[in-house]
Nanobody, 115 residues
Framework: QVQLVESGGGLVQAGGSLRLSCAAS????????MAWYRQAPGKQRELVAR???????NYADSVKGRSTISRDNAKNTVYLQMNSLKPEDTAVYYC?????????WGKGALVTVSS
């Protein structure tokens, strides 16, 4: 079993920055993929960014150029740095992990961007 705990959410003004962190604990292996998803009110959950254990990354078009996903394998932690935030970035951000064919989700961190 793996537990994922997000932190770093909060209220930020449009144009500001925020960094989310997700710490994994439990049966965490070095070969896996981690990602950030988000779900805005009334919308489906969507992929924001993904990073493999080797460091390969993918981003949603909506955040490309404004966000950076990174990971610290020694700390079993993945980060999402978000810059130039927009009101439409307001959502609950979820940490996601896939390893050994099993998917795990964190409970989410609320990010609110005020205009």
């Amino acid at each position: 079993q793996v537990q994922l705990v997000e932190s770093g959410g909060g209220l930020v003004q449009a144009g500001g920055s925020l960094r989310l962190s997700c710490a994994a604990s439990g049966s965490f292996f070095s070969i896996n993929t981690m990602a950030w998803y988000r779900q805005a009110p009334g919308k489906q959950r969507e992929l924001v960014a993904r990073i493999s254990s080797g460091g390969s990354t993918n981003y949603a078009d909506s955040v490309k150029g404004r966000s950076t996903i990174s990971r610290d394998n020694a700390k079993n932690t993945v980060y999402l740095q978000m810059n130039s935030l927009k009101p439409e970035d307001t959502a609950v951000y979820y940490c996601w992990l896939q390893q050994l064919g099993i998917i795990y989700w964190g409970k989410g961190a609320l990010v609110t961007v005020s205009s």
